[in-house]
């Protein structure tokens, strides 16, 4: 055994004794850890060039104890009803300390600028090669990361824990230059970046721990997620070489590339007893964040990291925010906005009905009787069950000896105030948090903070357009007779200050799509009908200009152009016992030129129920180019409901594959459809349905095979590529 683990384990065992918490191999106090060496490598802590600029709210961190009290305080002053205590162990990473001090900054560096392509502008540098499309994007030049990149030349694909490179044009010479490994923990690898010949990769693993439990002998493991962003030169496909890696304790949350800036965002939970800092790790070097909060408290919390570099392999930033679980951004060019729900625990309800009770139930009764009740809860000398018993007893006495007239009259009357006082308190139990951080070259610059009500479905649900942020929820009023959705729309300054907002739109309906398109926001809510709404956002006054009501509903709005939108969702129709039942996914061109009067153009449903389309909750699957009059959208499902039965040719009983149209003014023209199922599919691998073109050919790729067909004929297939398992013995170390 290593001598370093058993003494370790002999230190766990003596102190076992003095605590009633967990404790951790090497450790006694947190301000008292030191570093650990790792084979051939020593740990330096570097401090980043940059720092967070504070604004006014903004509290910093200046140690560690700092921190811990925080954390701990928190427990019981936070909220009356707080969660019980979190945890009580005490974490230790091998190979590096807890902070004792959060770092200082130094003076600022020069970082060189990385070359870059153009993503964007459809054209790749280096190449003498014809417009290809990119990776379908919420914000215009804020890319996304995706399994999947193109260059125009050549295709870059993640998945498991392989890379494969595809010299893809000319489709009819495409071919796989390089299939390799990646020696990971997590084989799950599923988002890059590509910026000129630099990849950037993340990918998942852990940490350990290791723990002894009150009154036990035995260390136990505890294992802490991470998130790893490896830089690829790729300059030599055939070659790759590892520029630099990242490790960022915590979970991958999302991430942007705004030109040769990636942000990252991660998060991690709080041990509120003996919290781990987030730090990043770079070759032998770590770097411990600064750590701030923020004077409105939360009913709990996480650390959020969010963290910059450049493609270059160089780190900008990163700073830690002790906030809520995050797990919706919104990404512009300038800023970014971190969002997550305020969670209330559970034990908040039961300190509800008893405030609803005494302040609004109490009032309404006779006052005789409500002295009673008052002098039982101020009684000290009885137990709160025995109080209640009491009180209980009080009032169906009470209720008994009151005529049926009255007693129908008082029961009514407090429904009514009880439903008033949810729906007050709803209001403050379901709310969106926002936090809005400037972002410039890498630099992070925190702005404001602010609350809105109801939820957000996604991250279209929010924008940002010149100095006005805007953000769409649903809200829930909750009664005795159940739940009423109902969708707002709240419009803020750059300051996060509400200066506008449209409520209870749509009442009993929950938002399924929305998109914002300059001073439009285009809403799409659902109950029994598709209402698709056309609001007016040119003043921060919103207002509805137009309705349309349609069958079934679109989980996905894509623009087409100004005037015209296309929702992909499912169409819907009445069963026999009065309910709504889902058919077949539903494509809708909608003209929105005469914003009153919004009109449906023209539809397709493919399939039935069974059917199904990946672009219906994730729209990097849709392709849809105008001007190369293309839309190729991926769908898989049974048979029968997508096909005639009758066809000769379909002897499998399910389908995947790729449904591809063009456009004759603002109609849809069916092009053909891809299959990419063989009915023999031993040898394939998950992989997303996407699909993208370079000059007149379409690429579709789906669960391990890509194929090219000619975009004037799509039944015109020019080659396929199979990139699943290949059976064959691959070499992970070569000398």
């Known amino acids: 055994m290593n001598n370093k683990i058993l003494a370790g384990i002999i230190v766990g065992i003596v102190i076992v004794g003095a605590t009633s918490f967990y404790f951790t191999l090497n450790t006694v106090q947190p301000e008292k850890l030191q570093p650990l060496k790792l084979e051939n490598n020593t740990l330096k802590e570097e401090k980043l060039p940059v720092k967070l600029e504070e604004k006014e709210g903004l509290v910093k961190f200046t140690s560690y104890d700092e921190i811990q009290e925080f954390l701990k305080d928190s427990q019981n002053q936070q909220y009356r009803y707080e969660y019980p205590s979190h945890g009580g ?95 990971v923990e997590q084989q799950n690898i599923e988002n890059i970046f590509l910026n000129g010949d630099k990849l950037v990769i993340f990918y998942y693993g852990s940490s350990q721990t290791y723990g002894i439990a009150q009154y036990d002998f035995a260390p136990y493991p505890i294992y802490a997620p991470k998130t790893f962003s490896m830089i690829i030169d790729v300059s030599n496909r055939e070659k790759p070489q590892i520029v630099t890696k990242f490790e960022i304790d915590g979970s991958f949350v999302s991430s942007r590339m705004i030109g040769d800036i990636v942000y990252l965002v991660t998060n991690s939970g709080v041990d509120y007893t003996n919290p781990i800092i987030p730090r990043i790790m770079e070759d032998s070097s770590f770097i411990l964040p600064d750590v701030y909060r923020f004077p409105n408290p939360e009913p709990s919390y996480t650390f959020n990291t969010v963290t910059s570099f450049d493609v270059a392999g160089k780190l900008k930033n ?6 809520g679980y995050s797990n919706t951004i919104y990404v512009s060019e300038k800023n970014l906005y971190i969002t997550y729900q305020k969670n209330i625990p559970y034990t908040y309800y039961d300190t509800m009905n008893k405030d609803r009770f005494f302040e609004v139930v109490v009032p309404l009764l006779p006052k005789g009787v409500q002295d009673q009740i008052r002098a039982i809860q101020n009684d000290v000398s009885i137990d709160p069950y025995a109080k209640w018993i009491k009180v209980s007893n009080l009032l169906q006495d009470t209720y008994n000896n009151l005529p049926k007239d009255e007693k129908e ?107 914002f398109m300059g001073d439009k926001l285009y809403l799409v809510t659902f109950k029994q009908v598709d209402p698709f709404f056309v609001i007016d956002l040119s003043t921060d006054s919103p207002k509805i200009l137009g309705e349309l009501k349609i069958p079934g509903f679109s989980n996905y709005l894509q623009p087409y152009d100004e005037n015209h939108i296309i929702g992909i969702g499912r169409d819907t129709k009445q069963n026999e016992w009065g309910g709504i039942q889902t058919n077949g996914v539903k494509i809708s061109m909608f003209d929105v030129s005469d914003f009153k009067n919004p009109k449906e153009t023209d539809t397709i449903v493919i399939g039935n129920s069974s059917t199904d389309s990946e672009a219906l909750y994730n729209h990097k699957a849709l392709l849809l180019d105008k001007q190369k009059n293309v839309m190729s959208i991926p769908i898989k499902g049974d048979v029968k409901g997508i096909f005639d039965a009758t066809k000769p040719d379909l002897q499998y009983n399910s389908w995947n594959g790729f449904f591809v ?75």
């Not at 990163?318 to 906030?323: I, V």
């Open 318 to 323: 990163s700073e830690t925010f002790l906030m």
């Open 409 to 515: 009259k008082l029961f009514s009357q407090i429904q009514k105030s009880i439903e008033e006082y949810d729906a007050r308190i709803q209001s403050d139990t379901t709310l969106t948090v926002i936090h809005k951080i400037g972002l410039d070259n890498g630099d992070l610059k925190y702005i404001s903070n602010s609350e809105v009500p109801g939820y957000l479905l996604n991250q279209f649900s929010m924008d940002e357009s010149g100095n006005r942020f805007r953000i769409a929820t649903t809200s829930e009023s909750f009664s005795r007779s159940g739940s009423s959705p109902s969708s707002n729309v709240y419009v803020m300054d750059e300051d996060l200050k509400q200066v506008g907002s449209l409520t209870k739109i749509a009442p009993d309906e929950r938002i399924y799509s929305s998109r």
């Open 661 to 735: 149209y063009g456009f004759d003014k603002y109609e849809f023209v069916e092009k053909g459809m891809i299959s990419h199922y063989s009915g023999n599919n031993f040898n394939s691998i998950y992989m997303p349905a996407r699909s993208l073109y370079i000059g007149d050919t379409l690429y579709t790729v789906m669960d391990g095979s890509i194929k090219m067909n000619d975009l004037a004929n799509i039944s015109n297939e020019i080659n396929s590529i199979k990139i699943g398992s290949t059976g064959e013995l691959v070499p992970y170390l070569e000398k």
């Open 89 to 183: 162990a005490l974490f230790f990473r091998e190979g590096g300390p807890v902070p004792s001090v959060v770092s200082e900054p130094m003076p600022p560096l020069t970082f060189p600028q990385n070359m870059g392509n153009d993503e964007d502008g459809i054209k790749s540098p280096g190449f003498d090669n014809p417009e290809f499309s990119a990776t379908n994007i919420q914000v215009q030049n804020v890319d996304e990361p995706d399994y999947l990149k193109t260059d125009g030349k050549y295709l870059y694909i993640v998945n498991q824990n392989w890379l494969t490179i595809i010299d893809a044009y000319p489709a009819e010479t495409s071919k796989v230059i390089l299939k390799i490994a990646l020696d």
